[in-house]
Nanobody, 119 residues
Framework: QVQLVESGGGMVQTGDSLRLSCAVSGLLFSNYAMAWFRQAPGKEREQVAA????????GYPDSVKGRFTITRDNNKNTGYLQMDGLKAEDAAVYYC????????????WGQGTPVTVSA
């Protein structure tokens, strides 16, 4: 059974940092690309970071570029999202997801961890 479990969310103030973790089990993590998504109330889900299987390549939208960093530790079957300089608009439920090498879509998802940012 594939499981993705996010942790590390919480309530912070503007400008603070948070590090989210995504523990993956039930599959060979090193064979799967990984991404972080977020969804705020009333808004569409947005991909905020992606990383290749080896971790050699990453990608971010302009909204978080320079503030968020995605990494992974394949030995620990865990992915991370370091979020610095948090803004009020970063508040959302954050989800991690993985997809196989030949997949076009992310097929396995975590349950989400909430991030609240107050002024």
């Amino acid at each position: 059974q594939v499981q993705l479990v996010e942790s590390g969310g919480g309530m912070v103030q503007t400008g603070d940092s948070l590090r989210l973790s995504c523990a993956v089990s039930g599959l060979l993590f090193s064979n799967y690309a990984m991404a972080w998504f977020r969804q705020a109330p009333g808004k569409e889900r947005e991909q905020v970071a992606a990383i290749t299987t080896s971790g050699a390549h990453t990608g971010y939208p302009d909204s978080v570029k320079g503030r968020f960093t995605i990494t992974r530790d394949n030995n620990k079957n865990t992915g991370y999202l370091q979020m610095d300089g948090l803004k009020a608009e970063d508040a959302a439920v954050y989800y991690c997801a993985v997809k196989g090498k030949i997949s076009k879509r992310y097929g396995f998802w975590g349950q989400g961890t909430p991030v609240t940012v107050s002024a």
